[in-house]
């Protein structure tokens, strides 16, 4: 059994997932990601190193961090996860940036805030409630343990690289015209990026596309848009990747969204 049910307030887009067999592919986010296991044990690979989140265990994803994720065992697994968008973090704190020291942690208080900011979203409370929920829990998270500092410059070849692939999600990723930008062979940059990104440039280059197509539904209401905009061949394709990150295919995404209760 599967369950990815997505809701949106003008602040923060909420998840509230339940399964068994399903199994994220390596992908990241732009946003921050935190979240609480409710139940079960979930297990991903986060840049490269293996993470267990057991029951009540709060999840923190710095920005664009690659990571997989499933369930330890055939009993599955139930979370909640919120995403931050890095502009209403640093308008809530400050010029700062939060950087997650560590993945898991296992703060009641913290895991309480989560769980009320995804209630509220997910229940379509008042906007000014989830607003101030939200800021309440940026706050908190700024609080803890995080290591809240000013975000560590990417190496120099992965930030340019990102910059290229942001700005061309509607394109097929042409490795030698990357690579070139850099003065190396396709397979150099292939081998630099990826032991810096902790991805592949074509994985980082899709996770994007997807983003960007998620960003598109959310704006247009359209999953066709979406595809046209961000360059897929057609729904099904759209639809195959999307929902490898998130759970749902494009067009159920879209109908989550425009649900009224």
Request: glycine residues 4%; negative net charge.
């Amino acid at each position: 059994m599967e369950r990815f049910n997505y809701k949106k307030s003008q602040d923060v887009l909420a998840l509230s997932a339940s399964f068994t067999d399903f199994a994220y592919k390596k992908h990241c986010h732009e946003e921050y990601a935190v979240g609480v296991t409710l139940r079960g044990i979930q297990q991903y690979n986060l840049d490269g190193q293996y993470q267990a989140s057991h029951q009540n265990g709060v999840m923190l994803f710095n920005r664009e961090q690659s990571h997989d994720g499933s369930s330890y065992d055939k009993a599955g697994i139930d979370y909640v996860m919120l995403y931050l968008k890095p502009e209403l973090v640093e308008e809530i704190i400050g010029k700062k940036e939060l950087r997650f020291g560590s993945p898991i942690v296992y703060d009641p208080e913290l895991a309480r805030n989560i769980l009320m900011l995804n209630d509220a979203v997910q229940l379509r409370q008042d906007e000014a409630e989830c607003s101030e929920r939200v800021f309440d829990l940026v706050h908190l998270l700024a609080q803890k343990e995080m290591d809240t500092k000013l975000w560590l410059p990417q190496d120099n070849l992965v930030r340019k690289a990102k910059e290229i692939m942001f700005c061309s999600t509607e394109d097929v990723l042409k490795l030698d015209n990357l690579s070139s930008e850099f003065g190396m062979s396709k397979f150099q940059f292939i081998r630099e990026f990826k032991s810096q990104a902790g991805i592949s440039p074509y994985q980082f280059f899709l996770n994007c596309k997807v983003e960007r197509a998620r960003q598109s539904i959310e704006k247009q209401k359209d999953v066709y848009t979406a595809v046209a905009d961000c360059g897929f061949v057609d729904l099904t394709h759209l639809n195959r990747h999307f929902k490898r990150v998130f759970g749902v295919t494009a067009y159920e995404y879209m109908l989550q969204l425009n649900y009224k209760n």
